[in-house]
């Protein structure tokens, strides 16, 4: 079971870092000095990690028997700006006590 709280916790590290690569860096790049590529390639390495987020925390919340409630909290919290670290410090830690 450890497994399975432990590829989350990193899948979720990388789509809330990714989310913010893309938010912060890759957007002012785009709109405000015309640069196109890193958009591109954070954008696709954003969406992937979203896929696999998602996977991921139907795994966890099997494994953990997470109900949907909670499960869509998390869903949620990947949409928002450094969710996906509030949701890791909130909800993941207690459950590795």
Known sequence: MNNSLTRFRW???LEG???LLLL???MPLKYGL???WPNKIIGMAHGVSTV???FTLVDFSINYQ???IRMVQFLIASLLPFGTF???KMWI???EA
Do not use: M, Q
């Open 11 to 13: 899948v979720a590290f």
């Open 17 to 19: 870092t990714s989310f």
């Open 24 to 26: 912060f860096v890759c």
């Open 34 to 36: 015309n640069i196109l």
């Open 52 to 54: 696999i987020y998602v």
């Open 66 to 68: 997470i109900g949907a």
């Open 86 to 88: 509030y949701a890791e």
């Open 93 to 95: 830690r207690p459950l």
